[in-house]
């Protein structure tokens, strides 16, 4: 009994070694393609898409985020008498935390997962093998520009993301709880460093290569078939969120 | 010249190819024929190096390919074409993007004379002034005639067919019999046709080889391939294929 619960645990972790090495095969094997030829074009569609999909989604999540934040915070400071706080303390635990987090996995799950539904009906279509065939090296005709959209684009989705999250604050500060517009304001420069927002768009980087990477390899990796589309297209989301919120964490020690 | 030695492939313990020999000349056309699942694909993919076998050598002039990196094999491949079993165009590009595509890659021609060339490519198919058109509003057989359009719009030596006329009715069949025979032609090219389609085989070919379960069992010029004697050969001349699915 027991030895096979270890052989159990002692498969998964293998099986989660392979993983791991697989997809750094695939970014290793995307950096390598950088060099080689960058397609402008392609990254630049990629990140419109990238802003046009996830932009909407974006401004609300960090909105309403931004808002409930301030509503459990500035009902609590104000008892302690410590509202010329708020406006500090949200600005951090957005640009640190809830800003790149959030952004993240809403890119993930829409961004990511589009990226997987394309490139595995590319894969399943033999269209892959016929980039293949005429030469083209599907990691870099079809990964760098994802990757560099993503690693571009998630960042700036991120500032865009961090803005929207405050002011939500300030609206729920000034209207609910009575916080005038000038101490939220002020507060923020007297808490918040500059390296709130930087540290918060670092990661937003690392995200944006863990989104376009998994998002790609589950592609690649699909299995033949329609059915093949729709699970991998699920994993895909699914790890891409699991791995933002474990490297958030070792992001966070590392950068803070 | 192409020339297949000993090649074996296993996709894990599943033996799909085993110990082929066969030898494909310059110019001409070989169909290779054989039921479903016998390994006709694997065999033509084994040869453009989308896959790697198992074993043995698979010499390209003087170049074993069988275990080449894929950016030696992708300069190779500039000289060869493909026609996938179900096309495989890019549907998120136009017609004319998709025959312009490896130009686009690898020259530097400008848009003008890509333009002239994409649309020479699609009057030889039979397609003039698709060029806007997405593959989404295709049918099968004009499908099938622009993946042969993107194949030669880069001029290569050696072009492989996997099953171009399955899914057609009988007269498209015939147009496509007729573009690879012209396209042999005109272009002088070497051409590999993987068929089901014994009709096809005799009418396109030079040679014929069969493979049967995995294994080459016949081959020989179009003329001797009628007489040979092996009943499976039979089977398969009579549209009697006796496989494992029939
Ligand atoms: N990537 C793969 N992984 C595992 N098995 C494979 C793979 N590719 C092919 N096979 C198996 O190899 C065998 C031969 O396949 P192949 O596609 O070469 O047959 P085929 O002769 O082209 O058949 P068809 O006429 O149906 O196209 C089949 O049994 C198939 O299941
Ligand atoms: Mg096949």
């Known amino acids: 009994m027991f030895v096979r619960f270890l052989e159990i645990i002692g498969a998964s972790v293998l099986e989660l070694l392979y993983f791991i090495g697989d997809v750094m095969l695939l970014f290793i094997g995307a950096v390598k393609q950088m060099p080689v030829k960058i397609r402008l074009r392609h990254v630049i569609h990629q990140m419109s898409h990238l802003g046009v999909d996830t932009l909407p989604i974006v401004s609300l999540t960090m909105m309403f985020t931004g808002m409930v934040m301030t509503l459990q915070v500035a009902n609590e400071f104000i008892k302690m008498g410590a509202e010329s706080t708020v406006g500090g303390i949200i600005a951090i635990a957005i640009g640190r935390e809830l800003g790149p987090v959030l952004v993240g996995v809403v890119a993930a799950g829409r961004v990511g997962s589009a990226m997987t539904a394309e490139i595995s009906t590319m894969k399943v279509t033999e269209q892959i093998d016929a980039l293949r065939v005429m030469g083209t090296n599907p990691l870099g005709y079809l990964v760098v520009p994802r990757m560099l959209a993503c690693m571009i684009m998630v960042p700036l989705l991120t500032v865009y993301g961090d803005v929207i999250g405050v002011v939500g604050g300030w609206g729920v500060a000034k209207y609910y709880a009575g916080i005038s517009s000038y101490v939220y304001v002020n507060s923020i420069p007297e808490y918040a460093v500059l390296n709130d927002l930087t540290g918060g768009l670092v990661k937003a980087v690392v995200f944006g290569v863990v989104i376009a990477v998994l998002g790609c390899y589950y592609g690649m990796k699909a299995p033949e078939g329609a059915e093949g589309v729709g699970k991998a297209t699920t994993r895909s989301v699914v790890s891409a969120i699991v791995v933002i919120f474990m490297l958030n964490v070792l992001l966070s020690m590392v950068l803070y | ?246």
């Open chain 2, 1 to 246: 010249m192409i020339k297949i030695e000993n090649v074996s492939m296993s996709f894990g313990d599943k033996k799909v190819l085993d110990n082929i020999n066969l030898e494909i000349k310059d110019g001409e056309t070989l169909a290779i024929i054989g039921g479903s699942g016998s390994g006709k694909s694997t065999l033509l993919r084994l040869m453009i190096g989308l896959d790697h076998p198992t074993g043995g050598k698979i010499w390209l002039r003087d170049k074993d390919i069988a275990h080449m990196p894929e950016k030696e094999l992708d300069e190779l491949r500039l000289h060869m074409g493909m026609v996938f079993q179900y096309s495989a165009l890019f549907d998120s590009m136009t017609v004319g993007d998709n025959v312009a595509f490896g130009l686009r890659e690898h020259t530097d021609y400008g848009e003008e004379k890509i333009a002239e060339i994409v649309k020479e490519k699609l009057e030889v198919v039979g397609l003039p002034g698709t060029e806007d058109m997405m593959p989404g509003e295709l049918s099968g057989g004009m499908k099938k005639r622009v993946s042969l359009a993107r194949a030669i719009a880069f001029g290569p030596e050696i072009i492989f067919y996997d099953e171009p006329s399955s899914g057609l009715d009988p007269i498209m069949t015939d147009k496509i019999d007729e573009l690879i025979i012209s396209t042999q032609k005109r272009l002088g090219v070497t051409s590999v046709v993987v068929t089901h389609d014994m009709d096809s085989a005799i009418h396109i070919a030079d040679r014929i080889a069969m493979i049967y379960e995995g294994k080459l069992i016949a081959v020989d010029t179009v003329d001797n391939f009628r007489r040979i004697e092996d009943s499976r050969v039979r089977a398969f001349l009579r549209g009697l294929y006796i496989g494992k699915e029939a």
